[in-house]
C-alpha cells in the first residue's frame, strides 16, 4: 500500500485514469485538470494515486497557486500523504474534493484550517427550460446565447477576476490563460441582452461523456432577472448538442437561490464536498 508522486503526467495517467474513467462523474474535476495538465496549461503539476493489493484506490493532483484536488481515497492512508508533501516541501494554499476526504486529510495537515467553502454536486436529470423551450420567456426577460470568442478575452477575464473575488475562490490566480484555453475551446457561453453580455457560463468539452458547467457568473447590476438561469439552460444545452450524456455543476451551499435555480431547470444533487484553506 503505498502513494505514488510525480510529475510525469504519462505516467500518472496510465496508473490512474483508468480508476478516474470508472466514475466520471465524481472524479469530474480530476479528469477535467488532467485534461489541462496534458494541454500544458500549468506549470509544476504534482500528481498521484494510491495503490493497494495492486488496484488503484485514490489519486490526486496539485497544480499551484490552486489547492491539492483530492479524489475520494482511504482516510487510513491519507496522513501518509500529508508526510510525503510535507518531505517534498509542497506548500498548499488549500485542499478540495469530497468533504470526509478532506476532512480527514486536513486534520493531518500541518497548517490549521482557516476557512471551509461547502459545495454540492448535481447532474442533470432532465432538462427543463427556465420559462419556454429556448430558455427565455417574459418572465426570464429577452436576450439570447452565444458562444465567447477570443475577441471576448478582456471582458470574459475581467469576469472571471469578480467571480473569483466574490466567490473567495483561486483569488491569487490569473484567470487569463483558463480563459485564454477555454475560448480556444468553445466552452464559454454568454447570455445576452440587446448585445449587451448580462451573464456568463462555462461548459466543459465532454470528456467519457461527462461536461460540467461552471462558472456561473452575473455581475451584481444585472440579477435577479433571470439571466443566470437562461445561461446555464443554454450551456447545458450545448453540453448536451456537444455529445455529453452526463452534464454536471458544483454549487455554493452558502447560496440557496443558485441551489434552487439549478433544481428548477433539473439538476439533482449528487454528493458533497469542500474546500478547506489553510493558515
Known amino acids: 500500500m503505498t502513494w505514488t508522486l510525480t510529475s510525469d503526467v504519462s505516467a500518472y495517467a496510465e496508473a490512474a485514469e483508468p480508476w478516474l474513467l470508472r466514475d466520471p462523474v465524481r472524479n469530474t474535476v480530476l479528469l477535467t485538470v488532467l485534461r489541462w495538465i496534458r494541454s500544458g496549461q500549468y506549470s509544476d503539476p504534482l500528481m498521484g494515486w494510491f495503490v493497494e493489493h495492486g488496484e488503484v484506490r485514490g489519486a490526486l493532483c496539485h497544480t499551484p497557486p490552486y489547492p491539492l484536488l483530492l479524489g475520494s481515497s482511504p482516510f487510513a492512508e491519507l496522513p501518509a500523504l500529508v508526510g510525503q508533501l510535507v518531505n517534498r516541501g509542497r506548500e498548499l494554499p488549500g485542499v478540495t474534493g469530497p468533504v470526509e476526504t478532506v476532512s480527514t486529510f486536513a486534520s493531518a495537515w500541518w ?3 482557516k476557512e471551509r467553502r461547502s459545495e454540492r454536486l448535481y ?8 420559462g419556454g423551450p429556448d430558455g427565455r420567456s417574459a418572465l426570464y426577460g429577452p436576450g439570447r446565447a452565444r ?18 473575488t466574490e466567490a473567495h475562490v483561486d483569488v491569487s490566480a490569473d484567470p487569463g490563460p483558463v480563459v485564454s484555453a477555454r475560448l480556444n475551446r468553445n466552452e464559454l457561453v454568454w447570455w445576452e441582452l440587446a448585445g449587451r453580455p448580462v451573464s456568463l457560463a462555462g461548459v466543459s468539452t465532454p470528456i467519457s461523456g461527462m461536461s460540467r458547467i461552471g462558472p456561473v457568473f452575473t455581475p451584481p447590476e444585472f440579477r435577479r432577472h433571470g439571466y443566470g438561469s437562461a445561461v446555464t439552460y443554454a450551456a447545458t444545452r450545448k453540453a448536451i448538442d456537444d ?5 454536471l455543476l458544483f454549487t ?11 433544481q428548477s431547470i433539473g439538476y439533482v444533487p449528487v454528493s458533497d464536498y469542500a474546500t478547506i484553506t489553510f493558515s
Open 111 to 113: 497548517q490549521p484550517e
Open 123 to 130: 447532474r442533470l436529470a432532465m432538462l427543463v427550460a427556465p
Open 147 to 164: 458562444v465567447a470568442t477570443l475577441d471576448d478575452l478582456p471582458t470574459a477575464v475581467h469576469w472571471f477576476r469578480a467571480f473569483q
Open 243 to 247: 455529445g455529453a450524456t452526463e452534464v
Open 252 to 262: 455554493d451551499l452558502s447560496n440557496p437561490v443558485s441551489n434552487s435555480i439549478y
